[in-house]
């Protein structure tokens, strides 16, 4: 069983930089592709960010494309997403996922397509 813990987040200025680290233990972590995603209050789980087992690959929200880097180390078991350029309507619960399918596919599903899943972590932005 997968169990993966995210970094605490926190409060960030409109423009300023963040990285959220995402720490996995149990299974094989260079064996799934990886995800980060964020959800608001009563709203749906919307995708941010992938990337394949490998590395090779990196998606990414239109909302983000340009701004945020999604990238992982797989000797540490880590996955990292580096947010610059942050605006208030990044704000939100960002949360790291899982998942065994290719990335290109599951990102497909949104967050059905994920089958392992952090607690979150809440990032603020101050304008």
């Known amino acids: 069983q997968v169990q993966l813990i995210e970094s605490v987040g926190g409060l960030v200025q409109a423009g300023g930089s963040l990285r959220l680290s995402c720490a996995a233990s149990?299974?094989?972590?260079?064996?799934?592709?990886m995800a980060w995603f964020r959800q608001d209050p009563g709203k749906e789980g919307e995708f941010v960010a992938g990337?394949?087992?490998?590395?090779?690959?990196?998606y990414y929200a239109d909302s983000v494309k340009g701004r945020f880097t999604i990238s992982r180390d797989n000797a540490r078991k880590i996955v990292e997403l580096q947010m610059t350029n942050v605006k208030p309507e990044d704000a939100s619960v960002y949360y790291c996922?899982?998942?065994?399918?290719?990335?290109?596919?599951?990102?497909?599903?949104?967050?059905?397509?994920?089958?392992?899943w952090g607690k979150g972590t809440l990032v603020a932005v101050s304008s």
């Open positions: 149990g299974g094989t972590f260079s064996g799934y592709d």
């Open positions: 996922a899982g998942t065994r399918d290719p990335m290109h596919r599951a990102m497909l599903a949104g967050s059905r397509g994920m089958d392992y």
């Open positions: 990337i394949r087992s490998n590395g090779d690959n990196t």
